[in-house]
């Protein structure tokens, strides 16, 4: 008997067409990865199964079955024995007002609440204690959340989902920001986890990032299944419809195309002084790093997760302030006495432009793409001043720069995932910077949106641009890179040679 069943179902998302005519079988013991380009319709798939959205009127039916053989329409008795872990969920954690720490993140699974909101008993901890120690966690429960890696992040989440009891686990693109031993070891936790008896349904563009329990493949092109069955391709290898097929990201290609970027603003010239100085600087897990990036450099930063790249950057941001003794100045000026901290720093901050996976997923709301760009004036989140007639017409240039332009009016939570880092390249280039910098540019992309990623920055670097990218995939970018550091337990090695080994 099926657990759930979808008949010739559609989803409609505005204009998009998300999801057309799905149907399909979930069954117990089957272990599903749901494999697509970005824009294929894989996360509104898990979202639809799990009964966070409901099917388009009068487009399909969505059958539940329950114990007795009875079907219902309604996800409720099925979705309380479900959990989701996902890019989303992570993030909200990280920017609650109070911190969360690991074992309270636990313990909130073991409630299968948001958070705890009544006091635990001592049996409750005990179980906590015991699951932690099974899933290898011990020593991130006092840890707050925003002082985890993101290895460490997904570690205690699969801890927590494993609490809340569930009997199907989502995962939505697990393994990105994971570097190659936490991927391992992330799947190994997966595995167990569908060993204990939970079903587990991932959305992956990664076909070589499937956990060895998945058993059945789900390819979905345009939010159409194209292939729905056993698995029959080892995880060491790509699936090559996935690859291959124009039709499941014909939105990279189109605007690879079309990409015109003589629109682009020019870079600001950096000046004679470093772009970064940094000397025997301090913070977080990043001691006493010393770095020199200068007008033109392009800086490829990669380690192990925890070892403390986004810290790095962080410092080279600005948002975290080295301790005393060390030294960070940008474009030769240092942060001046606190009364005129915020108009110096300010200024240092217009000159930059940032991208990373945490601004994207801030920027997955309902406002227009334009809007998204016109932002990067201000580096706010969204617009909260209105903007110049010369602003709209520099941000509209920068969109049709990258080809995207079409979008413009586009809600940014209606966009693919490639569509939407598109967007935010051109947020962090619409106002010129001297300085741009990457954190994990190409996570979450599949192969065609990479390729896009490689174009644009190739692109960048012909334009003299100064660019700092941190990486888990050292591949993707020694041959772009001039320079490379890596880092190892917070300790900053500069590398002989862009192939450093990590």
Not at 179 to 202: F, P, T
Not at 322 to 329: I, N
Request: with cysteine; net charge negative.
């Amino acid at each position: 008997m099926p657990i759930l069943q979808f008949d010739t179902v559609s989803v409609r998302k505005g204009q998009i067409m998300a999801l057309a005519n799905v149907s399909w079988e979930l069954l117990e013991g089957q272990n599903w990865a749901v494999i697509g380009g970005n824009g294929a319709g894989k996360s509104t798939f898990l979202s639809l199964v799990r009964g966070d959205i409901w099917p388009t009127q009068n487009m399909g039916v969505r059958h539940y079955f329950n114990d007795d053989g009875s079907r219902s329409l309604s996800p409720i008795g099925f979705r309380e024995h479900t959990t989701t872990i996902s890019a989303e969920l992570i993030e909200h954690y990280l920017h609650l007002e109070r911190g969360i720490t690991g074992k309270t993140l636990l313990m909130s699974g073991l409630h299968n609440t948001p958070l705890i909101y009544t006091p635990p008993t001592q049996d409750e901890w005990n179980e906590v204690y015991a699951l932690a120690e099974r899933m290898g966690v011990t020593s991130l429960l006092d840890k707050p959340l925003t002082e985890c890696s993101t290895g460490q992040l997904k570690r205690l989440f699969l801890a927590r989902a494993l609490a809340s009891k569930p009997h199907i686990l989502f995962l939505d693109e697990y393994a990105d920001g994971l570097d190659r031993q936490s991927r391992k070891e992330i799947m190994e936790l997966i595995d167990r986890l569908a060993e204990s008896g939970v079903q587990i349904l991932c959305a992956t563009h990664r076909a070589t990032e499937l956990p060895a329990c998945i058993n059945r493949i789900l390819l979905l092109e345009n939010g159409s299944i194209v292939h729905a069955g056993a698995r029959t391709i080892s995880a060491t290898q790509e699936p090559a419809p996935v690859l291959t097929s124009s039709a499941t990201t014909p939105d990279s290609i189109r605007q690879t195309a079309s990409m015109d970027f003589s629109l682009l603003p020019q870079p600001t010239p950096a000046g004679s002084e470093p772009v970064i100085y940094m000397n025997n600087a301090t913070a977080g897990i990043v001691q006493h790093a010393s770095l020199t990036i200068e007008a033109g450099d392009r800086w490829m930063i990669t380690g192990a997760n925890g070892a403390g790249k986004s810290t790095l950057l962080r410092m080279i941001t600005g948002e975290l302030p080295a301790a005393l003794g060390g030294t960070v100045r940008w474009f030769g000026q240092e942060r001046m006495p606190e009364s005129d901290e915020y108009k110096n720093f300010w200024a240092i901050k217009q000159r930059m432009g940032i991208v990373s996976p945490l601004l994207q997923t801030l920027h997955r709301m309902d406002i227009t793409v334009l809007d998204v760009v016109v932002s990067g004036f201000w580096q706010h989140i969204g617009v909260h001043t209105f903007p110049t007639a010369a602003m709209i017409e520099q941000a509209e240039s920068t969109l049709s720069a990258l080809g995207i332009h079409n979008l413009a009016e586009r809600s940014a939570n209606t966009l693919s995932y490639g569509q939407l880092r598109k967007a935010i390249i051109a947020r962090a280039l619409v106002n010129s910077p001297s300085l741009l910098i990457l954190d994990e540019p190409f996570s979450g992309l599949d192969a065609p949106s990479r390729n896009d990623m490689r174009t644009i920055l190739n692109m960048l670097a012909e334009k003299g641009l100064t660019m700092v990218l941190a990486t888990h995939h050292p591949a993707e970018s020694h041959d772009w890179a001039t320079h490379a550091a890596t880092i190892d337990n917070g300790t900053v090695t500069i590398c002989t040679s862009t192939s450093c080994d990590t």
